[in-house]
T-cell receptor, first 110, second 112 residues
Framework: DAGITQSPRHKVTETGTPVTLRCHQT?????MYWYRQDPGHGLRLIHY???????DKGEVSDGYSVSRSKTEDFLLTLESATSSQTSVYFC?????????FGPGTRLTVL | GQSLEQPSEVTAVEGAIVQINCTYQ??????LSWYQQHDGGAPTFLSY????GLEETGRFSSFLSRSDSYGYLLLQELQMKDSASYFC?????????????FGKGTRLHILP
């Protein structure tokens, strides 16, 4: 299995608070992605990175920011969490056409 | 706009064959991937097609027709462990930084 971890695995927070999710890889893959998964919507791309300090928006980027200061770490930040951001968040990495997914983070915003 | 269409649910019998279809309409197309996801788990890669035709990997095969904007995943000799959700995904460009779009997934139910 690809070495990719996410932290925390579960988080409950309140509306209006900032939240940061971390994705860490040990595979030295160039590309990293953040997705959210909601019932009826499949996987939707939030942001992705194609190198250190190189990031771009996905289809549902509003309310989210990312940073990648090192190859191995990709951070997803919710500046002010809203209930609509309650979801399961997956990080993925790739060097080829195959993406390897992390175990996911279940975020609940009350 | 961008769209991928796949059935929301499919039911099949253990030992049988099932086909999960995916049609797409996207600005740019380079290839089609398939992923499997068990309940509570992460998606895992199954296959990738960039050229027309059938790619076989064990019990699973994937087909692509670029002219029809259509692909399918074929699962043979179904086993109970194949009960999962299956997602098709379009790669919109040759570069890895071109955004990948996932379908909403097909839930496969397998009856004993």
């Amino acid at each position: 299995d690809a070495g990719i971890t996410q932290s925390p695995r579960h988080k409950v927070t309140e509306t209006g608070t900032p939240v940061t999710l971390r994705c860490h890889q040990t595979e030295n893959h160039r590309y990293m992605y953040w997705y959210r998964q909601d019932p009826g919507h499949g996987l939707r791309l939030i942001h992705y990175s194609y190198g250190v300090k190189d990031t771009d928006k996905g289809e549902v980027s509003d309310g989210y920011s990312v940073s990648r200061s090192k190859t191995e770490d990709f951070l997803l930040t919710l500046e002010s969490a809203t209930s609509s951001q309650t979801s399961v968040y997956f990080c993925a990495i790739s060097n080829t056409n195959e993406q390897f997914f992390g175990p996911g983070t279940r975020l609940t915003v009350l | 706009g961008q769209s991928l269409e796949q059935p929301s649910e499919v039911t099949a019998v253990e030992g049988a064959i099932v086909q999960i279809n995916c049609t797409y309409q996207t600005s740019g197309f380079y290839g089609l991937s398939w992923y499997q996801q068990h309940d509570g788990g992460a998606p895992t890669f199954l296959s990738y097609n960039a050229l027309d035709g059938l790619e076989e990997t064990g019990r699973f095969s994937s087909f692509l027709s670029r002219s029809d904007s259509y692909g399918y995943l074929l699962l043979q000799e179904l086993q109970m462990k194949d009960s999962a959700s299956y997602f098709c995904a379009v790669h919109r460009g040759v570069n890895r930084d071109d955004k990948i779009i996932f379908g909403k997934g097909t839930r496969l139910h397998i009856l004993p």
